[in-house]
């Protein structure tokens, strides 16, 4: 039985295979993880079609191949076994397997230069001659950096880019968090963040800032009726990737802190659905846990608006005509200026800290 690359979504045409889970010759069960795949739009394991021997890797780690290709063969009991070639398994002249012998080098080590990526007899004097030097080692990037920084540089070329922030007392919500930390914890598995908060203030003040909730379209700005919320999340050296809380407007603070741990956990464990990370009409980008003071992201097109929530410290405050100390933190939010101006953009910034610092969020939970 042939494995090709399966449809993974409407738009996506093609993938990397990252990762094979067996090797050539072993078993594999029907539905099994056989190979990892990552497009621009989601990383996921894909099953086995079928149980039986996989007899053929077609395709190596790495590659790039379009939906349908033929990437491996399964030797299914009582079907004929397809000829194949086991793609990890270099061909290698007797020359180089020589040179390879007498510097105790192995070829995976290589990079191999000649037709189809074979490694010629100059690929291995030439790695011969690199062991010597200062040494360095180039990391390629990986499906998710790629895609990152393919949208980033665009979206940093083709649209202008303002920063706006504001800091925001936080001590409302931190003390209805701290509140429900214990009980929260031990019912749900999980600890309560502010992130879930703010994105609470997000959708509320975006009813009457519709315009932040938008994309641009040839000359014209595209409003749109539901609030679907982009969370990144971080996968180390990896990358990021942003799922998306879909209706994110229709949800309270316990739902938004449910669905975004329910997110996070899938997109760490490459369990995430095409339809997950698509159709994000507005972007929360979370740094808080690292402590910064303020970041300012880059806009995701077509969306028009990226807010960053930075650390909640406790910091000196002027709370009337007294000193205090408080929970502080910044709102920072990068707008495209096509869409709005700055006025627009601090008055929604101001009402997200209004609704922040003047809601009972202990009602929330």
């Known amino acids: 039985m042939d494995v090709v690359m399966p449809q993974l979504g409407e738009t996506v045409k093609e993938g990397t295979v990252t990762a094979w889970r067996k090797k050539a010759g072993e078993r594999v069960e029907k539905d099994e993880p056989l190979f990892e795949v990552n497009t621009d739009k989601v990383d996921m394991d894909v099953p086995s079609p079928a149980t039986g021997v996989l007899s053929a890797i077609l395709v190596s780690e790495g590659s790039t191949v379009r939906v349908g290709e033929k990437l491996a063969v399964i030797a299914v009991e009582g079907?004929?076994?397809?000829?194949?070639?086991?793609a990890d398994e270099p061909r290698l002249s007797p020359v180089v397997r020589k040179l390879l012998s007498e510097h105790g080098l192995d070829a995976s080590a290589i990079q191999g230069t000649g037709?189809?990526?074979?490694?010629?007899?100059?690929?291995?004097?030439?790695?011969?001659?690199?062991?010597?030097?200062?040494q360095r080692k180039t990391v390629p990037f990986n499906r998710i950096r790629k895609v990152t920084a393919e949208r980033m540089a665009l979206s940093w070329r083709t649209i202008p880019h303002v920063l706006q922030a504001v800091e925001v007392d936080f001590l409302p919500v931190e003390s209805a968090r701290l509140a429900a930390a214990e009980r929260w914890k031990a019912k749900e598995g999980f600890s309560?963040?502010?992130l879930p908060f703010v994105a609470q203030a997000v959708c509320a003040a975006i009813r009457e800032f519709p315009n932040v909730n938008a994309s641009v379209e040839g000359d014209g700005l595209v409003l749109h009726d539901a609030v679907h919320l982009g969370i990144a999340v971080d996968l180390g050296v990896e990358g990021l990737i942003v799922p998306v809380v879909k209706d994110g407007g229709n949800l309270g603070v316990a739902?938004?802190?449910?669905?975004?741990?329910?997110?996070?956990?899938?997109?760490r464990e490459k369990r995430l659905a095409a339809d997950e990370v698509s159709g994000a009409t507005y972007t929360i980008s979370n740094s808080g846990k690292?402590?910064?003071?303020?970041?300012?992201p880059i806009i995701d097109p077509p969306q028009v608006a990226i807010?960053?929530?930075?650390?909640?410290?406790?910091?000196?405050?002027?709370?009337?005509?007294?000193?205090a100390v408080r929970p502080i933190g910044v709102l920072a939010q990068s707008f495209d200026h096509r869409a709005f101006d700055g006025a627009y953009s601090a008055s929604f910034l101001r009402r997200v800290k209004e609704i922040l610092e003047g809601r009972d969020w202990s009602r929330d939970l």
């Open 192 to 194: 309560l963040t502010p």
């Open 307 to 323: 807010l960053s929530l930075d650390g909640v410290t406790k910091r000196p405050a002027v709370v009337g005509d007294a000193l």
């Open 255 to 267: 739902d938004l802190a449910r669905r975004m741990r329910t997110l996070a956990e899938k997109a």
């Open 290 to 296: 690292f402590g910064t003071l303020l970041t300012a």
């Open 115 to 134: 037709a189809g990526g074979r490694i010629t007899r100059d690929d291995v004097l030439a790695h011969v001659a690199q062991r010597g030097a200062p």
């Open 79 to 86: 079907e004929a076994a397809a000829p194949g070639r086991v």
